[in-house]
Structures are given as C-alpha cells and as structure tokens.
C-alpha cells in the first residue's frame, strides 16, 4: 500500500516568491494534517482536516499561509509571499480518522533566500 | 515552558549498550502518549506507544506515569540501526485533540 506522499521533496525560492506543497494522503484516510518542522524541533501542527472540512487551523498563520482539501483528498498548502523565517520541512501526515495512527509523508523542505 | 519537554541529546552511547530517555508533559489532561522514531532527514514514524501499566516491545520498553507526568523510553542492547530522533508525544484531549511533539532527543550508537 501507497504511503503518503508529498511533492516536491524540495523547493528554493527567493523571499517574496509564492510556493506551493502538494500532498496525497494514505486511501481511504478522512483525517490530512499539514505540520511545520523547524530544524532541531518536533512537528507542529498547522491544519488539520476531516474530509474537505478544515477542523482546526488556529496555528496556520493565515495572512501568508493558506490550503484547501477540496474533495477531500489530496491537499495543497501555499505560501504567498515567502519569508526567510518559513525555511523548515512541511509535513503531510493522514489518519483513518481523528484519534488514529497518524502516518507521515516524507516532507517538502524548503529553503527561502 | 513547552508543553513537552525531552533532552534534545545527544546521547552518545556504544552497541550493546542501555539508555533511557525521559520527557515531562504539562498537560494533565493529556489522553494519550506515544515514542516516535525520526531518521536523518526522514519523517516521523510511530515507535510505540505509551500505555499507564508500562509495555515492552522486543527491546524497547516505554513506561508512563501520570501522577509526576513523566514518560520514559529504555531501550536495551542498542545497536547502530537505533540511531535516530526519539521524539516524545502527547495527545491533548477535548475539541483540540491533536498531537504535541517534544524536541526530541538524538540518539547515536557507536560501534
């Protein structure tokens, strides 16, 4: 079975540039989070969603950060525009529903110049 | 203070060795704990999880104790392949439930 899987596994772009991750979470798994991981840090949650339902984006810096689940399966998250201080990894993970296993893509690492 | 905490590390510690890692949580309405593995450059993967009696999975050993709000991983005759991120992890409960990750602590077994 197909893990989850995001792309690109890395980006570079110059400040002010937009960028956009994509991900496709495991089949069948209602529950995507989108998190940030800055080097030396554990995971933070950004967004998650149920199906096409953002649940809880309160720590999704809205002014520059935006994403969409649009039929409740693959997700994109954007950022426009960059800044120096959003070079981390992104991470995709899905669960079968809230409260279950969560499964984690390998990443989109960005680096902002 | 964060809301889980662990010694970033690193451990330095040679095969075949025994080493503990602690972490502390500040949620005592956390539901649920669990030890994830991350390898360099690679995503977290679900190690095991932490249960209130204790439980042992092969070499590793995870205990929880709610009352000081505390969670320990051993892992015993460690070898190279062990090497990597322990990242502690808390569920919160109530409408926000989601995970909390701590630092993490960097593990590496020389040979």
């Known amino acids: 079975e197909a893990g989850v899987v995001q792309s690109p596994r890395y980006k570079i772009i110059e400040k002010k540039q937009p960028v956009a991750f994509w991900c496709n979470p495991i089949?069948?798994?209602?529950?995507l989070y989108w998190y940030l991981q800055n080097l030396g840090q554990g995971p933070e949650l950004l967004i998650r969603?149920?199906?096409?339902?953002?649940?809880?984006d309160s720590q999704l810096p809205k002014d520059r950060f935006s994403a969409e689940r649009l039929k409740g399966v693959d997700s994109t998250l954007k950022i426009q525009p960059a800044e120096l201080g959003d070079s981390a990894v992104y991470l995709c993970a899905s669960s079968l529903g809230q409260g279950q296993i969560q499964y984690f893509g390998a990443g989109t690492r960005l680096s902002v110049l | 203070r964060k809301e889980v905490e662990q010694d970033p590390g690193p451990f330095n510690v040679p095969e075949g060795a025994t080493v503990a890692f602690n972490c502390t949580y500040s949620?005592?309405?956390?539901?649920?704990f669990f030890w994830y593995r991350q390898d360099c450059r690679k995503e977290p993967k679900l190690l095991m999880s932490v249960y209130s009696s204790g439980n042992e999975d092969g070499r590793f050993t995870a205990q929880l104790n709610r009352a000081s709000q505390y969670i320990s991983l051993l892992i015993r005759d460690s070898k190279l392949s062990d090497s990597a991120t322990y990242l502690c992890?808390?569920?919160?409960?109530?409408?926000?439930?989601?995970?909390?990750f701590g630092t993490g602590t960097l593990l590496a077994v020389q040979p």
């Open positions: 969603y149920e199906n096409e339902e953002a649940v809880d």
């Open positions: 949620n005592s309405a956390s539901q649920s």
């Open positions: 089949s069948g798994h209602n529950t």
């Open positions: 992890v808390v569920r919160t409960g109530g409408a926000t439930n989601k995970l909390i």
